[in-house]
Structures are given as C-alpha cells and as structure tokens.
C-alpha cells in the first residue's frame, strides 16, 4: 500500500486496523452521528479496477490537502459508474465501513502512528490555538464601555490617518498656491483685458 508519493512526501488517509490488520482508506476520521467512530474503506476488499481510481483520487492534491475526503470523493466519478459519484458507489456497493476510532492506526510519519480521534483532537487544538491567536482583545475605557482592541487594525487606522493628513496638507499648499498663482495674474494682467 503506498505510504509515499513520488517525492517521498508522506501521504494521508490511508490506515490499519490495529487488531486485524486489514488496510483502510479513512474517508471520515470522526463520524456525526457517534463520534467515537470513523468511516473507512477496507483498500483489499475492493475491486481492483474501483481500488486503482480511487487511490488515485486519494493521491491527489486535492485530497491530501483536506483532514477529510468524503466531501470530495462526492463530487468525483469512477469511468464504470459514470453517473454516481464515487462516494454513493462506495456506499451502494456497501464498502464504507464504520469502525471504532481506536482500532485504527494511522501512520503520520515514518516513527508516528495516531488513531483519528487523536488525530481530530491534534486539529482541534491547532484550530482552537490558531482562533485564539487572532481573537479579538477587549478594553474597558473609563466610562466602562467595552471596546474591542485590535493593535493591526490600530496600527492600519493610524497609517491611514497619517496618510490623509498628508494628503490635506498637499492640497491646502495647492489651494495656497493657487491663490498665489491667481492673485499674481490680476496683478499682472492689463485693467482695460
């Protein structure tokens, strides 16, 4: 079962059963309706004509850019079944499987195994220290509103504001000029014109 793509890059969704040893392509690593359970594709039962086009599709890009690939297994198509997407094929040909997150090993590197409930546990916690990095600062002012602090969109509004003074103080040297300029062509201009 490849582990690797071509440039050795480390591939994902692809798992084993910790007790049978039966290998998976995981589809969903957390299911919503029971959420101690994942959705895969046991890869040795499947036809190996269906096996070689999905892999393919889980080799791509597309999937190994997502945590999940059932979204996008819902918007391919197998050349055998041209008119239902891979995902309601797998289903119709009963080949999605739900099985219990801790019987299933997924390889992250060479050295690291995790089951997807860790796996989706390592997302989380990413995502939850990502959102509070970006999280909005508040302050309470002395009349005790509570107003939101953001230093980039403080430091934004300020350059802003310089960047308008600036702009009045060119405009107040040409309306000041212009004065001048006028004022300079009545003076130089004959009475009787």
């Known amino acids: 079962m ?5 440039t050795g890059k480390q591939l994902k969704h692809y798992g084993q ?18 959420p101690d359970t994942c959705s895969v594709i046991p890869y040795d039962r499947l036809d190996s004509d269906l096996r070689s086009e999905l892999v393919a599709v889980v080799n791509s890009d597309e999937c190994q850019r997502v ?12 050349y055998s079944y041209p008119k239902q997407t891979m995902l309601k094929v797998l289903q119709a040909l009963r080949q999605i499987q739900v099985v ?9 590197t060479p050295d690291i195994t995790m089951t997807p ?3 989706v546990n390592a997302i989380n ?3 939850a220290e990502k959102s ?19 230093d980039e969109k ?15 103080d060119q405009i107040s040297l040409l309306s000041s000029s212009m004065s001048e300029l006028i004022a300079a062509l009545k003076t130089s201009m004959p009475k009787g014109e």
């Open 2 to 6: 490849p582990l690797n793509d071509l």
């Open 17 to 34: 059963n910790e007790l049978t040893k039966e290998r998976y392509i995981v589809i969903a690593l957390q299911n919503d309706t029971d």
């Open 67 to 78: 945590p999940e690939i059932w979204k996008i297994l819902d918007t391919k198509f197998f």
């Open 100 to 108: 219990d997150q801790s019987q299933v090993k997924i390889e992250i």
């Open 154 to 168: 403080d430091k934004e509004i300020e350059s802003l504001k310089s960047e308008l003074n600036g702009v009045k």
């Open 125 to 127: 916690q990413y995502e």
């Open 132 to 150: 509070h990095k970006t999280a909005q600062k508040f302050h309470i002012s002395d009349d005790g509103v509570k107003t939101v602090v953001n």
């Open 117 to 119: 409930k860790e796996i």
